[in-house]
Antibody
Framework: EVQLVESGGGLVQPGGSLRLSCVASGFTVSSNYMSWVRQAPGKGLEWVSV???????YYADSVKGRFTISRDNSKNTLYLQMNSLRAEDTAVYYC???????????????WGQGTLVTVSS | QSVLTQPPSASGTPGQRVTISCSGS????????VNWYQQLPGTAPKLLIF???QRPSGVPDRFSGSKSGTSASLAISGLQSEDEADYSC???????????FGGGTKLTVL
């Protein structure tokens, strides 16, 4: 059974840092595209970052230069290092497995339960 | 402001058929497939529809998706109380070179 479990969220002051973790089971993180998606309170979903199976990474403009996505293959775990946090980064952060196929396009097929990050003084 | 536009709310009575719209542009819906996600209160999003009209295993056939031009729709027939949730559309955007989402539609079963 595929499962994703995030952790690491919490309250942090503006300018602070936080590292989110996402432990996967039922599949191999390094063989898949893995994304982080966030949802601010009362708002819609927003894509944050992706790491390809080959290791290439991409970021939304809103977090570029401040967030870093990575993975630990030995732990089958995905990470999101968040630095220089701002109030507008306050959101529930979800990790998700991404599918891209010529015949079926792009979609996120499995999601974690999410972890709340609150940036406030 | 979300790139894809959805109505903020929708409602229906049990047994009714409701539709939720999702409007985009030529760089996203117009040239890529559309996905729909269901988010029950307090839970994570769940894939409901992918590739415009395909249902993952386990999703009831009461849920159906369609796409035409730069717009897409999610239809729910035989509405049930457990369908009360937030529904979001998503698609890849060629201009932004990343995925974009709608703002979500809160469905209320009256």
């Amino acid at each position: 059974e595929v499962q994703l479990v995030e952790s690491g969220g919490g309250l942090v002051q503006p300018g602070g840092s936080l590292r989110l973790s996402c432990v996967a089971s039922g599949f191999t993180v390094s063989s898949n595209y893995m994304s982080w998606v966030r949802q601010a309170p009362g708002k819609g979903l927003e894509w944050v970052s992706v790491i390809y199976s080959g290791g290439t990474t991409y970021y939304a403009d809103s977090v570029k230069g401040r967030f870093t996505i990575s993975r630990d293959n030995s732990k089958n775990t995905l990470y999101l290092q968040m630095n220089s946090l701002r109030a507008e980064d306050t959101a529930v952060y979800y990790c998700a497995r991404e599918v891209r196929a010529y015949t079926s396009g792009w979609y996120l097929d499995y999601w974690g339960q999410g972890t709340l990050v609150t940036v406030s003084s | 402001q979300s790139v894809l536009t959805q109505p903020p709310s929708a409602s229906g009575t049990p047994g009714q058929r409701v539709t939720i719209s999702c409007s985009g542009s030529s760089s996203n819906i117009g040239s890529n497939t559309v996905n729909w996600y269901q988010q029950l209160p307090g839970t994570a999003p769940k894939l409901l529809i992918f590739n415009n009209d395909q249902r993952p295993s386990g999703v009831p056939d009461r849920f159906s998706g369609s796409k035409s031009g730069t717009s897409a729709s999610l239809a729910i027939s035989g509405l049930q109380s457990e369908d009360e949730a937030d529904y979001s559309c998503a698609a890849w955007d060629d201009s932004l070179n990343g995925p974009v989402f709608g703002g979500g539609t809160k469905l209320t079963v009256l």
